[in-house]
């Protein structure tokens, strides 16, 4: 082993645990363009889930006589969206929190680096 303070900071540098160097590169990814993205496709999947569904219940509705029974069914209906769009905000803070936090921990390596077996 070399005894150079330099290659012992080196060795230490390449070893599990320490954040890798382009930590910030990565946060500045996440925070722009992957979160965002994510998000999106997200909401875009139930927003489109939601209006099929209402489109649905329309077309129900439609062959429905009794007007008390429509207004039932459509009351029925929105109440069930306002607790699915709750759900949703909270599988998207779920999915932004764990997209954040994974951009700051550094992922452990299966072998140690090459420089890391030297020291």
Same mark, same amino acid.
């Given at each position: 082993?070399?005894?150079? /303070? ?14 890798p160097?382009?930590?910030p ?7 722009? /363009?992957?979160?965002? &993205?994510? &998000? ?6 139930? &927003? ?20 008390? %029974?429509?207004?039932?069914?459509? @009351? ?19 999915? &932004? ?12 390596p ?7 077996? %030297? @020291?």
């Amino acid at each position: 082993m070399n005894d150079s /303070v330099m290659f012992q900071g080196l060795a230490r540098a390449l070893t599990a645990g320490t954040p890798p160097v382009a930590w910030p590169f990565a946060m500045w990814k996440n925070c722009f /363009v992957d979160c965002p &993205v994510a &998000v999106t496709s997200h909401l875009q999947q139930f &927003v489109g889930r939601q209006m099929q569904e209402q489109v649905q219940l329309f077309t129900e509705l439609s062959h429905e006589q009794n007007p008390s %029974a429509l207004m039932t069914r459509e @009351a029925a209906f929105l109440q069930q969206a306002a607790l699915a769009w709750n759900n949703e905000m909270l599988e998207i803070a779920e999915m &932004v929190q764990s997209r954040l936090l994974s951009a700051t921990q550094m992922e452990q390596p299966s072998e140690p680096a090459p420089f890391a077996r %030297a @020291a």
